[in-house]
């Protein structure tokens, strides 16, 4: 069974340039999440998906943060404009069920470098 | 707000040592409680789990048991090899919140 894939996994940009991630998740896992992990951290939500309808935005930055999940099958996280802050490993997971009955599957990750 | 801490790293053993990561957790309601793995170059993966209180997870060795009453999670195995380096998180999830709550992780080190 193929696993979360991510892409790219290396990206180096100037702050307030722009930047997008890309995720493809395990065939039929209906919720999909992105993690921010900066490093020395845990990983912190972002965003949540039930198919393609969002569940949980709580703590995306919308003023330069955006994602979607077209079809309710892969993707996408966007930054911009980009501040020195957002260097971290942006983390894609997805289940068939919520994680409080199931087990997330992550990606390998999207290191972002911001100078 | 619901949360988890864990004991600071890095940790640094001799292999075949006994290992203990402490976990503690805060929550409103009834947490589900995970112990996650990050080998190096690799994603983050499911250790164990455990779904309710006295419950004990265990896998590859590990175990942790659900403590209600000391809201703890603690993550132990009795003799620790150099394939168990890695970066260790607790989490929790709550039900109807269906969301990973990640403790800021530990790093373990385990010398030949």
């Known amino acids: 069974e193929a696993g979360v894939a991510q892409s790219p996994r290396y990206k180096i940009i100037e702050k307030r340039q722009s930047v997008a991630f890309w995720c493809n998740p395990i065939?039929?896992?209906?919720?999909l999440y992105w993690y921010q992990q900066i490093l020395g951290q845990g990983p912190k939500l972002l965003i949540q998906f039930q198919n393609n309808g969002v569940v949980d935005d709580s703590q995306l930055p919308k003023d330069r943060f955006s994602a979607e999940r077209l079809k309710g099958v892969d993707s996408t996280l966007k930054i911009q404009p980009a501040k020195l802050e957002d260097s971290a490993v942006y983390l894609c997971?997805?289940?068939?069920?919520?994680?409080?009955?199931?087990?997330?599957?992550f990606g390998e990750g999207s290191r972002l470098t911001v100078l | 707000g619901d949360s988890v801490t864990q004991m600071e790293g890095p940790v640094t053993l001799s292999e075949e040592a006994f290992l203990t990561i402490n976990c503690t957790y805060t929550?409103?309601?009834?947490?589900?409680l995970f112990w996650y793995v990050q080998y190096p170059g690799e994603g983050l993966q499911l250790l164990l789990k455990a779904t309710k209180a006295d419950d004990k997870g265990s896998n590859k060795g590990f175990e942790a048991t659900y403590r209600k009453e000391t809201t703890s999670f603690h993550l132990e195995k009795g003799s620790v090899q150099v394939s168990d380096s890695a970066v260790y998180f607790c989490?929790?999830?709550?039900?109807?919140?269906?969301?990973?709550?990640f403790g800021q992780g530990t790093r373990l080190t385990i010398n030949p």
């Open positions: 997971a997805s289940n068939l069920r919520g994680p409080h009955t199931g087990e997330l599957f």
């Open positions: 929550a409103t309601g009834y947490p589900s």
């Open positions: 065939s039929g896992h209906a919720t």
């Open positions: 989490a929790l999830s709550l039900q109807g919140a269906q969301k990973l709550v």
